[in-house]
T-cell receptor, first 112, second 113 residues
């Protein structure tokens, strides 16, 4: 039972354009959502998060949108840069602790 | 420099030969956790520890053991490894429960023949 789904295994975007990565979840009890970025041969690193009481959080080129009625969140990267090429994981938290449920990841490729 | 250090980074072993993957953090974080990453499945939690001498099972604990005798160390023990434990393993520690943000090690790729 995958409670957090990233339905696109990969995504290819032209440098300078917007990258949109999507994540769907099934459990309405999740209270926090996080995005992590992972380069090959490295561990995931925290990118941006959003509380369930908000619908948008922005940090530089990265913006996360949360649509609770649709149980959907998305990560927007504008403009996309070559260094953004990585695997992006969506994760959801329940019950105000560290226990995260992870999506399978989306591999983002930024084309020059 | 804040770090989570895992060893070994790569290991090929045979079925039944006990092994330990070490994890050490220098951030003085109370929370530590082990994950495994498999294709198409994302990260799945094996065990976690909220503090010294406190450990709990995650989603896939079968075949693994952990211990937390000191705050900085959280070793993962495979008493009798099997081929289905071939995976990429990550250790993580927690910055603060409010946000759930985790810091990860670089990963340990384990192959069990």
């Amino acid at each position: 039972d995958q409670q957090v789904k990233q339905n696109s295994p990969s995504l290819s975007v032209q440098e300078g354009r917007i990258s949109i990565l999507n994540c769907d979840y099934t459990n309405s009890m999740f209270d926090y959502f996080l995005w992590y970025k992972k380069y090959p041969a490295e561990g995931p690193t925290f990118l941006i998060s959003i509380s369930s009481i908000k619908d948008k959080n922005e940090d530089g080129r990265f913006t996360v949108f949360l649509n609770k009625s649709a149980k959907h969140l998305s990560l927007h990267i504008v403009p996309s840069q070559p260094g953004d090429s990585a695997v992006y994981f969506c994760a959801a938290r329940k019950d105000s602790n560290y226990q995260l449920i992870w999506g399978a990841g989306t591999k983002l490729i930024i084309k020059p | 420099e804040a770090q989570v250090t895992q060893n070994p980074r790569y290991l090929i072993t045979v079925t039944g030969k006990k092994l330990t993957v070490t994890c050490s953090q220098n951030m003085n974080h109370e929370y530590m956790s082990w994950y495994r990453q498999d294709p198409g499945l994302g990260l799945r939690q094996i065990y976690y520890s909220m503090n010294v001498e406190v450990t709990d099972k995650g989603d896939v604990p079968e075949g693994y053991k952990v211990s937390r005798k000191e705050k900085r160390n959280f070793p993962l023990i495979l008493e009798s490894p099997s081929p289905n434990q071939t995976s990429l393993y990550f250790c993580a520690c927690g910055k603060g429960a409010l946000t759930g943000e985790l810091f990860f090690g670089e990963g340990s790729r384990l192959t069990v023949l």
